[in-house]
């Protein structure tokens, strides 16, 4: 082993690679995959990263292909990055970092996840939708990429994050919250509308069912329609 030196996770001789029999001898030493140790995974399916990867418990540790191996599961659609490590004697770690989930995208029927740079990362089942229902449902053409920057917007002013979202073609957003709420954003000066919007929300009674911010300087309120007294006791004597 003298004069062995371990460059980017390969045994190198005299700067080239250990010849089969040094690999083989250093096998017979123990040096064999034993372990295959992921990090940081909570989506991305663990049969997935079994099938990309191949590895096989017993293999000689030397034969596992780290550029492989990086390419194949930077590939898989919910990893962001990828470290993978040889870690001799006997041990594989991938390190994963996984994207971001901002928003559901409701689009001809079919929900779509859409990560933090606006892309699709896979189709929900109908059986899933449960699962994420706690994110703002988005529609709208090119909804999207257009909701990474209008998230970024909501964080920054402190708002609660709107049960659905709609992008209209005039370049502006429409929200609705969980109160069952809906605002009206500006195409421009949205990050001050959102702000104005979260200081309206506790002095708005029960009966607000519309926020219009769309013109500078102006808010609109629009009430619940009620239906007159005398109309619901003629219903009930029906």
Not at 67 to 73: E, M, N, P, V, Y
Request: net charge positive.
């Amino acid at each position: 082993m003298i004069g062995m030196t371990l460059i980017a996770g390969g045994f190198f001789c005299a700067g080239r690679r250990a010849s089969e029999p040094v690999m083989r001898f250093l096998a017979a030493l123990g040096w064999r995959l034993e372990e295959v140790c992921v990090q940081g995974r909570y989506q991305t399916p663990v049969q997935d990263i079994q099938k990309a990867t191949g590895l096989e418990r017993g293999m000689n540790i030397f034969d596992v292909d780290l550029r492989g191996l990086f390419a194949k599961i930077s590939s898989l659609p919910w990893v962001q990055s990828v470290v993978v490590e040889r870690r001799l004697p006997s041990q594989v770690l991938i390190r994963l970092c996984e994207k971001e989930i901002l928003a559901v995208w409701h689009a001809q029927e079919k929900r779509y996840l859409v990560d933090q740079s606006g892309k699709i990362i896979l189709q929900l089942n109908p059986d899933q939708y449960d699962v994420w229902k706690h994110l703002t449902v988005i529609t709208g053409q090119d909804a999207g990429t257009f909701f990474v920057d209008f998230y970024r917007l909501i964080r920054e002013s402190g708002l609660e994050l709107p049960r659905q979202a709609v992008y209209l073609r005039s370049g502006r957003w429409d929200i609705y919250l969980k109160r069952g709420l809906c605002a009206k954003l500006p195409e421009d000066q949205t990050l001050q509308a959102l702000s104005k919007l979260k200081s309206l929300l506790p002095t708005l009674g029960p009966k607000v069912t519309v926020v219009d911010l769309r013109f500078p300087g102006t808010v609109l309120l629009e009430n619940r329609a009620e239906v007159p007294q005398s109309k619901l006791l003629s219903k009930e004597k029906k």
